[in-house]
């Protein structure tokens, strides 16, 4: 089949799955958070009715799904992807409105005349690594949503390559669109595992050609409660007892060498992300990342020695910390019995000529999660670039190569 015509499809269901708005909405404890998200695995469910896959579901958490039965009677293992519903919500609209430029030129692109939004080449030079290529953008109010929509849209389009191909041979497949990964993994939590009996499995969730990734943070979420005791200020001295400057103290006992704005590459972190506080009461909210486990455990454990500290300093307030482990570093699962999964992309790099950029991600994926459930799970590239940005942009070449690379890892290993 001509790329041409797989290009175009690649671009059709992108599209279309773009005009479901499905922002992830953190503010909701419900899963899924948004209903456009509900609305996305609805479509998808009849697409993939139409794609002759069987055990189609959407269970009551939204998370849709499904199996390509094995068309060969050799031992292949069986695979898994996973893919997630929800674009994030980073204060743009949630309504996109994509436009596609046709053998761009490499000069600066006017995304919103109206609007004067321009997309600089000087600010965004990858852009011109991309020279005659098509390129996907916004209108610039919005993030594109390749993250993930353009992984839905290379599985969908590699499940339909296999229905026009039938002499692929390939085993059991297995199909996972989930919502809520934006905010918290939270949507591949409610994966039915007795209906995702795979060897391994991949996400398509990073960016450009060629990115690789099988390591990636450990990360845990931590809440840390104060009560003081309030009193008049004219009568407060030995008796008041400020949770804020509880809270101050507490932050000050972290490094600030050590927070996200000072770090990089495998260096981890503590991020204080939320205070809330008035006179009697105060919570904080943090996050814990290292790709080093160990050094993982130490951070947690210098948090809970900080307050016990503070207990003993403020012995009238009352403070709690509390920290829950949300995924863990996808290389920690890699063993002799899974590691094909990441030879394979390896051999099927070079095999399209796709040189490979492995690198360690500081973030995590659904597979991050996966990993804690023992199922290997690496990451590869859709071919976008600018994340969680107005200037998120798509290369069609990069895109069609994302998906020969997922139809490859489909054929019977």
């Given at each position: 089949?001509?790329?041409?015509?797989?290009?175009?499809?690649?671009?059709?269901?992108?599209?279309?799955?773009?005009?479901?708005?499905?922002?992830?909405?953190?503010?909701?404890?419900?899963?899924?958070?948004?209903?456009?998200?509900?609305?996305?695995?609805?479509?998808?469910?009849?697409?993939?009715?139409?794609?002759?896959?069987?055990?189609?579901?959407?269970?009551?958490?939204?998370?849709?799904?499904?199996?390509?039965?094995?068309?060969?009677?050799?031992?292949?293992?069986?695979?898994?992807?996973?893919?997630?519903?929800?674009?994030?919500?980073?204060?743009?609209?949630?309504?996109?409105?994509?436009?596609?430029?046709?053998?761009?030129?490499?000069?600066?692109?006017?995304?919103?005349?109206?609007?004067?939004?321009?997309?600089?080449?000087?600010?965004?030079?990858e852009i011109l690594t991309y020279i005659g290529d098509d390129i996907?953008?916004?209108?610039?109010?919005?993030?594109?949503?390749?993250?993930?929509?353009?992984?839905?849209?290379?599985?969908?389009?590699?499940?339909?390559?296999?229905?026009?191909?039938?002499?692929?041979?390939?085993?059991?497949?297995?199909?996972?669109?989930?919502?809520?990964?934006?905010?918290?993994?939270?949507?591949?939590?409610?994966?039915?595992?007795?209906?995702?009996?795979?060897?391994?499995?991949?996400?398509?969730?990073?960016?450009?050609?060629?990115?690789?990734?099988?390591?990636?943070?450990?990360?845990?979420?931590?809440?840390?409660?104060?009560?003081?005791?309030?009193?008049?200020?004219?009568?407060?001295?030995?008796?008041?007892?400020?949770?804020?400057?509880?809270?101050?103290?507490?932050i000050s006992m972290l490094d600030r060498a050590k927070m996200p704005?000072?770090?990089?590459?495998?260096?981890?972190?503590?991020?204080?992300?939320?205070?809330?506080?008035?006179?009697?009461?105060?919570?904080?909210?943090?996050?814990?990342?290292?790709?080093?486990?160990?050094?993982?455990?130490?951070?947690?454990?210098?948090?809970?020695?900080?307050?016990?500290?503070?207990?003993?300093?403020?012995?009238?307030?009352?403070?709690?910390?509390?920290?829950?482990d949300t995924y863990a570093n996808i290389i920690d699962s890699v063993?002799?019995?899974?590691?094909?999964?990441?030879?394979?992309?390896?051999?099927?790099?070079?095999?399209?000529?796709?040189?490979?950029?492995?690198?360690?991600?500081?973030?995590?994926?659904?597979?991050?999660?996966?990993?804690?459930?023992?199922?290997?799970?690496?990451?590869?590239?859709?071919?976008?670039?600018?994340?969680?940005?107005?200037?998120?942009?798509?290369?069609?070449?990069?895109?069609?190569?994302?998906?020969?690379?997922?139809?490859?890892?489909?054929?019977?290993?």
């Amino acid at each position: 089949m001509k790329a041409a015509i797989i290009k175009e499809k690649l671009q059709e269901n992108f599209l279309s799955y773009l005009a479901i708005p499905s922002q992830s909405n953190e503010k909701n404890p419900n899963v899924p958070s948004s209903v456009g998200q509900l609305l996305l695995a609805q479509k998808l469910e009849k697409d993939l009715k139409d794609l002759d896959l069987v055990d189609i579901a959407i269970n009551e958490f939204g998370v849709l799904q499904a199996k390509l039965p094995a068309n060969t009677d050799n031992r292949v293992p069986n695979i898994g992807w996973v893919c997630h519903l929800d674009i994030v919500n980073v204060g743009l609209r949630d309504k996109i409105n994509p436009q596609v430029i046709k053998n761009y030129d490499g000069k600066d692109i006017i995304l919103n005349e109206k609007e004067n939004i321009v997309f600089s080449t000087k600010e965004n030079p990858e852009i011109l690594t991309y020279i005659g290529d098509d390129i996907i953008l916004t209108d610039g109010n919005s993030v594109l949503g390749a993250d993930n929509k353009a992984a839905i849209a290379n599985v969908m389009t590699a499940l339909w390559y296999l229905k026009e191909n039938k002499d692929i041979n390939h085993g059991n497949i297995y199909i996972a669109f989930v919502p809520d990964e934006e905010i918290g993994l939270r949507g591949v939590r409610k994966i039915d595992f007795n209906k995702f009996d795979v060897d391994f499995a991949y996400t398509i969730d990073c960016c450009e050609l060629g990115e690789l990734v099988y390591e990636t943070f450990n990360a845990a979420s931590g809440v840390i409660k104060i009560k003081g005791v309030s009193a008049h200020p004219m009568s407060a001295k030995g008796v008041l007892v400020n949770p804020i400057m509880i809270a101050h103290d507490f932050i000050s006992m972290l490094d600030r060498a050590k927070m996200p704005e000072n770090t990089e590459n495998r260096e981890g972190y503590v991020w204080i992300t939320d205070i809330k506080s008035d006179v009697l009461n105060c919570r904080i909210d943090f996050n814990i990342r290292n790709h080093d486990k160990v050094k993982f455990e130490e951070s947690k454990a210098y948090l809970f020695d900080a307050i016990e500290i503070l207990k003993k300093r403020y012995k009238l307030a009352e403070i709690a910390i509390d920290i829950e482990d949300t995924y863990a570093n996808i290389i920690d699962s890699v063993d002799e019995n899974n590691k094909i999964a990441i030879d394979k992309l390896k051999e099927i790099y070079q095999k399209l000529d796709i040189e490979a950029k492995i690198i360690a991600m500081r973030g995590g994926t659904d597979g991050s999660y996966l990993s804690t459930k023992g199922i290997l799970t690496p990451n590869y590239f859709t071919g976008a670039h600018n994340f969680h940005s107005n200037k998120e942009f798509l290369p069609m070449d990069s895109f069609y190569k994302s998906f020969k690379v997922t139809v490859e890892l489909m054929r019977g290993i």
